[in-house]
């Protein structure tokens, strides 16, 4: 069945060797799952998936994702089997020490061959489903002789259990992404016991209630395994779920299909008995030399299919458009018309919503990124996410760059991981800001695995009004800004708008979420300038008539109630300096002497933002005062809101004259 | 049909009429549901719904749980046409007003009659599972006689394509919640469209693949849904779904079925012939007489049922038990338990984890508090959360307190919050505190009701080791500390970690975190004391040996640092304070005289965290000294971890020497 005539159970066996010789020598680590799939993932490995060891980031690979990322040893296992030059055998030995390239769970930007980062439940499968729409996307595109590849992801039953797997099966079913193979580790075994301490789902029913092709399989019967992947590829219009039936421990005498069966290491005399049954090597990391061979030549199956992708893009008229999109590099052109866009609004002088401008900046970007793909979960005339060059993207039309990803934030966050790791596309989104406690796991992922995602999140602050607490962000501005490696900006207006997408897109190493209005604003940028000063996280907006006595520092619709102050002060013949602060995570990475030249070394401080104060004393001080949220909001018309939370100009006056 | 020999559908038109009356005059809301639902909510209200408006309080009414809540005029119109007297015509009229009874959103906090916060989608649903839940567990501990009711839902296409309602229905399902009926308003209309734009989805069919039973009608035939909510009575071993065919916004002549049906106002010419349609009262905010009568008797109902069961309530001899728990007062004896199990771990001076410690402490109280319900999402052996007093409950053994709540972290804490609401039962459970961004959501739901729940926390910091940076809070805990309403707690040993339960079990109107450690922490309180330092949020744990000239602020694992730092710094004759700060928030409340005494008005200061910075300034100032992270984790032993990210008690001493 597999690539020579070694048996696919010897070539799962020198996984199975590998991991149980990892996992004792770290003295941790999850071994069921490699003793249990290890069977099915041969197969997968040996007979179906397009990859090449030696050029890992040929872009029509097939993609894998190892949902059930705890079972790490497996992907490492088979990414040095099959011949990666990332993971040597040292490698191997040196599993989730410091430093080492086989991590805990799976790291792409850790470990090359790893697709996407792994280990939170669920998230795999998700960012599967936006790899697969991104392939869909760039195929219509740029035909199958560039893009035409498979996802498949090994999926656990605790991927199954979360809810973001819901999301992404039903977003999967209902666009019909034929090329997207789940095998679920049907091993009926959780940590805290059998799953039928908490579940009694019928995984297959449910999968085909969203239009999914379901299988089940003997998941240590290659044959059957091979034969419902034959099946899977063959049907292109629905994504299929496979359910392998395995025995999660597989081999090991006393903890095979049992909740104990799910960590690791056993003890010793268990994993001596283990060894013994499936006749691994006696000595550690060792694998058979026919078996090694074997894994090898299936390595290099595909080598041959790669050099002619190559030469048929090499041959192509768009081969540097295509190549430039996978590079990730935006076309020429864009800043140009963004700077014009900008010089427009600076003189235009409207009074609209942030979410507007940002509509407008859409309008722009879009017409001169054709790569990029927008989307809301649900909210597309709210997030204005849908531009004049974004139509729908589904199965009538792959082309499309708009995704209608219903009401399932969660999902969309991660499949929007899942397009920006699999390249040549750039995915932003959009939802209420409130929402980003619904996507919250994704958006993690994505700041960890530095991935140019971009969250359009409107309605933020109690600016949003009448819906009332649960919809108004008080927080989430302050636990956006707490995350390592992703940008928040909340800009003031039009002109800051279109910065803070300049800033988002060009930035390639992380995501980016754009705090922005329901409410009107009033324009605080008047002078164009092609500097973007975004960029810079914070500035002198408006400099004090006469010397400066206190800084006001205020972000988004928040900045003109700051404006105002500075007016009201100067009649008092106060000078206020006016600081705009989009964003306060590039504001505290430029330099010090930038920092001090804008906040004034010894100038009294106050902050103005309509969220709570935590994490504002970096900026303003212990002793800088604060107009803010100090709880919850309320159900009313914003501007009743403005006033009875005491956010506004007046107070904004009261707080710099207590400073002085 | 109905209650008297006016007919369904007038009574229908009642609500459908202060719908469209509130919507038109607050000039925003959803009118979509109430028009589409008003037929079957109807029914349920006037047919079936146990409930007494003069006695909202009553412990064995049936719940009801609007799961769509931007359909809130719909409840309102219940509550006002039942004769609740917390919604009066004119609170009807001040929809959307700043302090009105009827926000945008249902708010239990605000509203009586209303039993839980709804808005953020999918969120009833899961929240109703925990009231199912906490019903049949007390009818398993004071029987049919005093707890036997059913928890109804009005849930929407937005709920069930939330990932939450995966998570809420598979758990509903495996347990067999028969007195759980989930009335769908199946109207195939979502903000962006049809649902067809972004959903296939049979829902009968994937509810029917968890074991639910189901039911299918149109949701505008009276009988139809009468026939369907007594065959899910009927079935209590299984929880219901009727899919309600229903029309959004019926009764709209040209919106009517689509999209733009769901909010609202609808234009004027659209109002006036849907009140010319449907018959409605030319004029406002009236309810013809007969109709009103016939409302105000379905309201009337259960009075008597009410009555008898107060009879039976007073002649029982766990009477007062039984009311205790109800109002949520802790039992005799709790306090005198929890300060002899502090002695005796203050003088025992063992090393553990704070997890373990916490078990430690559950074994004590859940032993002396019998209405504590535990759980964990598929971790109970890493978060310590079973004990000897809670066997697992499940519809084996309603009486049992622990929930086995699988890998559904967001369901769970819903649950925990309908079970709070519910009452008579005190939910507590655990997850990994980096999967508090999974359940963020719910928990922020929970501190907006102020629900008396608390979320175990364990593998708190890159203490968690080898499972690398997925798994690693660095953020979790600033973000929860961001929250309004939510006291975090990072308790530093075995004493603190019961101080920090205690605290958590008193707080009646908010959430609790405990963040606890998975590697073992060396004993820092050694003098018992009665007094509950945690509650203080922060104290002086070690003063310093001569004159202090630093002040070194420390929480959870990290107070073992500060105080080897005390002795590196008391070597070298420097004087160094060390302050233990297990809840930011609760010192952050105290007063500033005790602020000032603890961390010494003109002392430099350092903190020391493993996490992230921010928020920490509000403490030690802005130019205070921080130990503590800048990013994400790694995956590698705990160790070498906090040496490689440096911390340790030498760059505790590096940061105080730097500040002196």
Redesign the interface.
């Known amino acids: 069945m597999s690539s020579s005539t070694v048996a696919n159970r010897d070539m799962a066996n020198a996984i199975r060797a590998l991991s149980t010789d990892a996992i004792e020598k770290?003295g941790?680590?999850h071994l069921g799952l490699p003793l249990g799939m290890a069977d099915a993932a041969t197969v997968l490995f040996a007979q179906f998936l397009k990859f090449d060891p030696t050029a890992p980031k040929w872009a029509d690979r097939d993609r894998f994702v190892l949902s059930a990322?705890?079972g790490s040893m497996l992907i490492y296992s088979l990414l040095h089997l099959t011949g990666y030059p990332s993971v040597s055998m040292e490698d191997i030995k040196q599993f989730?020490?410091?430093?080492?390239k086989t991590?805990?769970?799976p790291?792409n930007f850790i470990t090359e061959g790893v697709e996407t980062?792994?280990?939170?439940?669920g998230q795999g499968i998700a960012t599967a489903v936006g790899m697969a729409i991104a392939e869909r996307n760039m195929n219509a595109r740029y035909g199958d002789e560039l893009v035409d590849h498979y996802t498949y992801v090994i999926a656990g039953?605790?991927c199954l259990?979360?809810?973001?797997?819901?999301?992404a099966l039903?977003?999967a079913?209902?666009l019909g992404l034929g090329k997207l193979i789940v095998l679920f580790d049907d091993n009926a075994v959780?940590?805290?016991?059998g799953?039928d301490?908490?579940?009694?789902?019928?995984?297959t029913?449910?999968f085909?209630?969203?239009?999914w092709q379901v299988d089940a399989v003997d998941g240590h019967d290659p044959e059957a395994v091979a034969e419902a992947i034959e099946r899977a590829k063959a049907n292109t219009d629905k994504p299929s779920l496979i359910a392998c039936k395995t025995t999660i421990g597989f081999g090991a005498p006393t903890f095979a299909g049992q909740g104990k069966a799910h960590g690791g290491p056993y003890p010793a005399d268990e994993t001596a008995a283990l060894r013994e049954n499936l006749g691994l090597p006696s000595e550690r990391f060792t694998v058979v030399p026919e078996v090694l061979d074997a894994w090898r030549a299936a390595g290099a199956r595909s080598v041959d299919v790669r050099k002619a992708w190559e030469a048929r893009l090499n041959a192509l008229d768009n081969a540097s458009e295509f190549t430039r999109a996978m590079a990730g590099k935006l076309p020429e052109g864009v800043e140009a018309a963004a700077n014009a866009h900008k010089k427009e609004v600076a003189e235009g002088q409207a009074t609209k919503a942030t979410r507007q401008w940002s509509g407008a900046a859409l309008e722009v970007l879009t017409g001169a990124i054709p790569e990029m793909i927008g989307g809301?979960a649900?909210?597309?005339?709210?997030n204005n996410t849908k531009t004049s060059h974004t139509t729908?993207l589904n199965s009538d039309d792959w082309a499309g760059r708009y995704m209608?990803?219903?009401?399932?934030?969660?999902?969309m966050a991660a499949a929007m991981n899942g397009m920006a790791q699999h390249g040549g596309v750039i995915p932003y989104s959009g939802t209420f800001l409130?929402?980003a406690?619904?996507s919250?796991?994704a958006i993690?992922?994505g700041?960890?695995m530095g991935a140019r995602v971009i969250h359009v999140m409107t309605h933020d602050s109690i600016g949003l009004?009448?819906?009332?607490?649960?919809?108004q962000p008080?927080?989430h501005v302050?636990?956006l800004?707490?995350?390592?490696?992703i940008h928040v900006m909340r800009p003031c207006d039009g002109v800051e708008t279109m910065e803070a997408w300049q800033v988002a897109l060009s930035r390639e190493n992380g995501p980016s979420v754009l705090a922005l209005t329901r409410q009107g604003v009033v324009p605080a940028r008047k002078d164009h300038t092609d500097e973007n000063l975004v960029a810079k996280g914070a500035y002198i907006l408006s400099e004090a008539k006469g010397e400066a006595q206190v800084v006001l520092i205020a972000t988004g619709s928040e900045v003109g109630l700051a404006l105002e102050a500075q007016e009201k002060l100067a009649a008092q013949d106060i000078g206020a300096r006016v600081v705009s602060m989009p964003c306060m995570e590039l504001f505290l990475e430029q330099s010090d002497a930038y920092q001090a030249e804008v906040l004034g070394s010894n100038l009294p401080k106050v902050g103005v933002e309509a969220g709570?104060?935590?994490?504002w004393?970096?900026?303003i001080?212990?002793d800088g005062e604060f107009v803010g949220m100090?709880?919850?909001g309320?159900?009313?018309?914003a501007k009743?809101?403005f006033n009875?939370f005491n956010i506004t100009s007046d107070a904004v006056v009261d707080a710099a004259l207590k400073q002085i």
Not at 208 to 211: D, I, P, W
Not at 378 to 382: E, P, Q, V
């Open positions: 770290a941790i680590g990322g705890h989730r020490q410091l430093g080492s991590p805990g769970h790291e980062t792994t280990g939170p439940l039953d605790g259990m979360e809810g973001i797997s819901q999301e039903t977003l079913g209902h959780t940590i805290d016991g799953t301490v908490a579940d009694s789902t019928k995984q029913a449910r085909a209630s969203s239009g809301s649900d909210l597309t005339g709210s729908a209608h990803y219903g009401v399932r934030e969660h999902a409130a929402f406690d619904y919250r796991g993690r992922l700041a960890l009004g009448e819906d009332g607490p649960t919809h008080v927080e302050a636990s800004r707490a995350m390592p490696n709570v104060r935590f994490g004393d970096s900026v001080g212990s100090n709880g919850f309320a159900s009313a018309p009743d809101l009875h």
